[in-house]
């Protein structure tokens, strides 16, 4: 169901004001992963030993986001347990004096204050923004995907923000990706600025053909909004899909000059796709270091012994 039309929502950007919101959709059906996702909402695939939607969080935590929204549907409940105190798993490790494992299952309560609202029904990603709007008020406020996992190390959400606290308006996080792939991403005209590596978005294309695509800037999933954006959701009609496309009302907003994008040249991953959810395990194994000397020593054996046709099971037993 749209939320209605209020009339604190503000005609025009809000400059100067500070994010403190962040929202995160969580609704969609994750049927990329079946049958896995059957059960299991797409969001709580460990990435290594945590759900891949506790990297966003913790991305919104560290960039001083301290009140998260999650837009879920049905069967999500599990999203609402795992940010929750689970008393009884906690005595039981405090109990045995295993505090390691005590921090790691406190620790996603503890990163912010976590509200939860469902969707209703899945009408695509704009929906779900317009969704959070009595939560959010007039107050700009960020969206992260759960489906992009920003490597922790990087600080785009942070430039964002600095961006946003600069210009007002929006922003849109950008990535060059090769022109075959444009179909996949919403893509931005841009020009540029006077600041390095911030650009003028002055128009947005959801999942345009190569040949029709403006650039090769990709719109990745960080979103810095200002609440003008609920306006223009609620006169943007369906678009690709039948769904309300949050960069449809984007392009509303760019066409007014009110739109920034950041371009991101650092590690992202897309969890939400099989072989890169592989590479993201992988790759932040390797980084972590009470996991990473022994896995790497492994993962080098196994690639010597795939590249030579030998990977059965005795010859690379653990």
């Known amino acids: 169901m749209i939320v209605p039309h209020t009339a604190a929502d503000p005609a025009v950007p809000t400059p100067g004001r500070p994010v403190r919101k962040a929202v995160v959709p969580a609704a969609g059906l994750g049927t990329r992963f079946l049958p896995a996702t059957k059960a299991t909402p797409k969001e709580m695939l460990p990435v290594v030993d945590k759900p891949a939607i506790q990297y966003a969080v913790e991305e919104a935590a560290a960039a001083g986001l301290d009140d998260v929204l999650m837009i ?23 109990a045995k004096g295993d505090t390691v494992r005590l921090d790691a299952v406190r620790d996603p309560a503890r990163l912010a204050h976590i509200h939860h609202i469902r969707q209703g029904e899945p009408l695509g990603l704009g929906h779900a923004v317009l969704c959070a709007r009595r939560h959010v008020g ?55 600025t006077g600041d390095d590596g911030v650009v003028r978005v002055t128009g947005l294309v959801e999942k345009p053909s190569p040949e029709n695509a403006p650039s090769t800037y990709a719109v990745i999933g960080r979103y810095v909004l200002d609440p003008a954006v609920f306006g223009a959701l609620e006169r943007t009609p369906p678009g690709r899909g039948g769904e309300i496309q949050l ?72």
Not at 72 to 81: F, L, P, S, V
Not at 149 to 155: A, F, K, Q, S, V
Not at 167 to 176: D, F, N, Q, R
Request: hydrophobic share 45%; aromatic share 6%; net charge negative.
């Open 72 to 94: 879920t549907g049905r069967h999500k409940r599990a999203i609402e347990d795992h940010f929750d105190h689970a008393f009884e798993l906690e005595q039981a490790l405090a």
């Open 138 to 192: 007039a107050e700009p406020f960020a969206v992260l995907l759960g489906d992009d996992l920003i490597d922790p190390r990087e600080t785009l959400l942070s430039r964002m923000l600095d961006v946003r606290d600069a210009h007002g308006g929006s922003v849109v996080a950008l990535m060059k990706v090769p022109r075959r792939q444009i179909p996949r991403y919403g893509c931005a005209a841009v020009e540029r």
């Open 247 to 318: 960069t449809d009302a984007l392009q509303e907003l760019a066409v007014g000059g009110a739109v920034h994008g950041v371009v991101f040249e650092g590690l992202r991953y897309d969890t939400g796709d099989k072989a890169d959810y592989l590479r993201t395990v992988v790759r932040l194994a390797c980084d972590r270091p009470d996991l990473g000397p022994e896995f790497l020593a492994w993962l080098k054996e196994f690639v010597s012994a795939a590249e030579n046709g030998a990977t059965g099971h005795r010859r690379l037993a653990a």
